[in-house]
């Protein structure tokens, strides 16, 4: 059970053998961001956003207690290689972010894509305006909820840009 509790935490042997192992993490999870947002954008019978969004709120709720375990077994406090938090915070960054992956549009959506990443390993690694604070929560809290945050910080900067330049928008 140690094993899948690591497993899962690191994202098998991203976090383990990849430099800079946050930034894979949230590479992981934007790809799987972008590729569930591409299944229902255009489609009639598809996924819709909020259902993703939920989905990844979900997940992030449940990282609490696996992160929890998994800075016990590895006994370390918030471990560089536990990744499953810039997993599931990367997609929180497009809440309300209109993204358009028809084939006349894509290259906007790619650029807002690219913005929220850079955005959101902004807010994660410098944690300004007290994302750093959430970090000393308790156990997988700590761990979970400064990156969620990121994400927020990260997404309303995001929502700003795009609708003060229409950067995606036709």
């Known amino acids: 059970m140690d094993k899948l509790i690591v497993c899962l935490a690191t994202l098998g042997p991203v976090g383990r053998r990849l430099p800079a192992p946050g930034t894979f993490g949230s590479v992981i999870g934007l790809l799987v961001f972008a590729s569930l947002t591409s299944i229902w954008v255009g489609e009639e019978e598809s996924i819709a956003p909020i259902i993703i969004h939920c989905s990844f709120v979900l997940l992030a709720l449940l990282s609490i207690p696996i992160c929890t ?84 910080a990260a997404g309303l900067g995001l929502w700003c840009f795009s609708y003060t330049f229409s950067l995606s928008f036709p």
């Not at 959506?109 to 944690?127: E, H, M, P, Q, Y």
């Not at 300004?128 to 959430?134: A, Q, V």
């Open 69 to 152: 375990i998994a800075e016990h077994i590895l006994s370390k406090e918030d471990p560089p290689e536990v990744i499953l938090d810039e997993f599931v915070a990367q997609p929180l960054v497009f809440i309300g972010v209109p993204l358009n992956f028809q084939q006349d549009s894509i290259l906007p959506s790619v650029l807002v894509l690219a913005c929220g990443f850079t955005l959101f390993r902004f807010f994660d690694i410098v944690k300004p305006i007290g994302i750093s604070r959430l970090q000393k929560l308790p156990g997988g809290l700590g761990v979970v909820a400064d990156d969620v945050a990121a994400a927020y």
